[in-house]
């Protein structure tokens, strides 16, 4: 088991499940409405069964809604504060924009609490229904300038769409302007039936294929090139866009049509991004900071679901990078991505 040398680290990828969910106001109920139910206890935690419509989707514990249950772990993980963000199935890109709204609002308000809680342990980051872009950038608007919340958990795909589609440039224009984190998650990933095996492997396999997707099509899209001041982070390291990136670049170099398109080179592009640390593994990680940059990766655990890093911290502590590296990964990367003072932690 890998020690932590120090609580000093900020995670970025950890998710809230509300203890409650917000009963459905409207006439007629969606198929995918989700809601919370009793489930036994467990462990010594209480449990909550999350259903999207009639089906079990999830099973969580205290951990997710529980200020003073997560406080208590930050320590052996190696940290000092938590960014919160929504279980992503919850962003609910589904269903109608309008009933989507008063759910994601739920989740930001619950999010705010959490952080108002915490006595500055915790920063959050909201959910804004991106399936219509008007009511997004209105939500976005709560969340950060109501709420407080440093920014947004995107999914890496609405409906189908990629990220990098050029649809989601206001939104994107709009995040830029007040300074929001954007943290982009994998969710409901193409490829599913390509895996053979139990449910699990669409988190083990398919979501890290979507999030180098969603990656790469921000560099293909050349979307900070239009809007160079925008922070945007990918989830699991960044998934495969690690080993495409060689690819595209002398994709770009044979193929005119490519190399027409990209309006900067794509390594350039690509240290312009933040991952974070989620990859449960020292070599690939060293590989990522060679890759990015060491100005470009932030911790993350996926706290605090069963398939989290236990010690995102210690984990970056034993790679061997220098002290200003180390320390940079730990909490100085996720300042600046947050938009933090700098002598914030230090």
């Known amino acids: 088991m890998l020690t932590p040398r120090c609580p000093c680290g900020i995670d970025l990828h950890a998710h809230v499940v509300p203890e409650h969910l917000p009963a459905y106001a409207g006439r007629q109920l969606p198929a ?5 139910a009793a489930a036994p206890p467990a462990g010594g935690l209480c449990h909550r069964h999350v259903l999207v419509g009639a089906k079990q989707y999830r099973t969580v514990d205290e951990r997710s809604w529980s200020t003073a249950r997560r406080l208590a772990d930050l320590p052996a993980m190696g940290l000092q504060h938590q960014v919160l963000s929504p279980m992503p199935e919850l962003l609910s890109y589904w269903l109608e924009p309008a009933d989507a709204q ?13 952080v108002a809680e915490s006595a500055g342990a915790f920063y959050g980051l909201g959910a804004v229904p991106l399936q219509d872009i008007d009511l997004a950038i209105t939500e976005l608007r709560h969340a950060v300038q109501t709420l407080g919340l440093h920014g947004v958990e995107i999914g890496s795909n609405v409906n189908g769409v990629v990220i990098g589609d050029p649809r989601f440039d206001p939104f994107f224009e709009a995040c830029a302007a007040l300074g929001a984190a954007v943290f982009v998650h994998a969710l409901k990933p193409a490829g599913m039936d390509r895996l053979v095996g139990p449910a699990p ?6 979501y890290p294929t979507d999030v180098g997707l969603a ?4 560099i293909t899209g050349n979307l900070l090139v239009r809007h160079p001041t925008l922070r945007i982070a990918f989830s699991h390291g960044g998934g495969t866009l690690s080993a495409l990136l060689p690819r595209l670049a002398e994709g770009a170099r044979i193929f005119p ?6 309006q900067q080179p794509v390594a350039e592009q690509a240290r312009q991004l933040y991952f974070d640390t989620l990859v449960y593994d020292g070599a690939t990680l060293r590989h990522l900071v060679a890759s990015f940059g060491a100005s470009q990766l932030m911790l993350g655990s996926d706290y605090p679901f069963n398939f989290h890093e236990r010690a995102p911290a210690a ?8 002290d200003a590296t ?11 991505f947050l938009g933090l003072p700098k002598e914030l932690n230090a």
């Open 102 to 114: 008063p759910l994601l609002r739920h989740l930001n308000e619950t999010i705010a609490a959490m």
């Open 32 to 36: 995918l409405w989700p809601s919370m």
């Open 215 to 218: 990656a790469a099509s921000v």
């Open 257 to 262: 049509a490519l190399r027409e398109q990209l």
């Open 326 to 336: 180390t320390a940079a990964l730990l909490h100085g990367n996720a300042r600046r």
């Open 315 to 322: 984990r970056v502590q034993a790679c061997g990078f220098d």
């Open 201 to 206: 492997l669409q988190q083990v396999l398919a």
